[in-house]
């Protein structure tokens, strides 16, 4: 239902962090741009009614409150930003677009139908390398996996940033390269085994002028950037 907007909306934030690889601070920072992105579309962003007025229509009444006035404040956009899972424990799905013909069912102020979260028509986790490197390259990509598969389309996006400046060979160079093989490694691991979801992994080498870019054919492959073989690779994923 959403999958051109998403595809799209991804596409566009992998130019823009592959251009300006210092655009962001933190993962939150890109979180924010997706969604940004994401609602300049009126199907993501415009408010769709819920059931709650329905639940608490009769306290609600008594309060004097309009009916005009909670025709909109009871009303829900089909994107939502830490949506809740229905996990034990404080799981939070980044971007999660909901069903809008599922909103209707809301009945609580938590965004719950019937005290359980819905299920994400798309649900969307990004990651930087301020997560960790060691946790990127395996407990961390679990995770997400974890919190994404009652998605119906689930996307997980990675962008990692080398500043290294170091020149090739040297062994702050190595090192470098050898604790970012441990991601792509488990990146690769972890995308086979949940191949039901879209793995999007991007390492920028910032001083190098390369992007290592995690695509088709669940494999990495580096580029030269800018070039259109690497635009090519971003739109044959996408």
């Known amino acids: 239902m959403f999958d051109r907007m998403v595809r799209e909306s991804v596409k566009q934030l992998i130019f823009e962090v592959v251009k300006n690889p210092l655009l962001h601070f933190s993962e939150k920072s890109l979180q924010v741009r997706l969604a940004a992105k994401l609602l300049t579309h009126p199907e993501l962003s415009t408010p769709i009614q819920t059931g709650i007025y329905e639940r608490y229509g009769r306290q609600i009444r008594r309060l004097g409150s309009t009916k005009s006035y909670l025709d909109d404040a009871l009303?829900?956009?089909?994107?939502?930003?830490e949506y809740g899972t229905n996990d034990s424990g404080p799981y939070r799905i980044d971007i999660a677009i909901l069903d809008p013909t599922e909103i209707r069912s809301i009945d609580d102020w938590r965004l719950q139908a019937r005290r359980r979260y819905l299920d994400p028509q798309v649900g969307i986790e990004i990651g930087t390398e301020k997560s960790g490197m060691r946790k990127m390259s395996g407990e961390h990509l679990e995770n997400d996996a974890f919190k994404l598969r009652n998605c119906r389309t689930a996307y997980v996006l990675n962008v990692l940033r080398n500043t290294n400046v170091c020149a090739k060979g040297t062994d702050t160079y190595l090192?470098?390269?050898?604790?970012?093989?441990k991601f792509t490694d488990g990146l690769q691991t972890v995308a086979s085994k949940h191949s039901q979801i879209n793995w999007i992994g991007l390492i920028i080498h910032i001083a190098y002028q390369e992007v290592q870019f995690f695509g088709g054919g669940g494999e990495w492959r580096s580029y030269r950037v800018p070039s259109r073989e690497f635009e090519r690779a971003v739109n044959g994923k996408l």
């Open 175 to 181: 090192n470098k390269t050898a604790q970012i093989q």
């Open 75 to 81: 009303s829900v956009p089909p994107l939502q930003m």
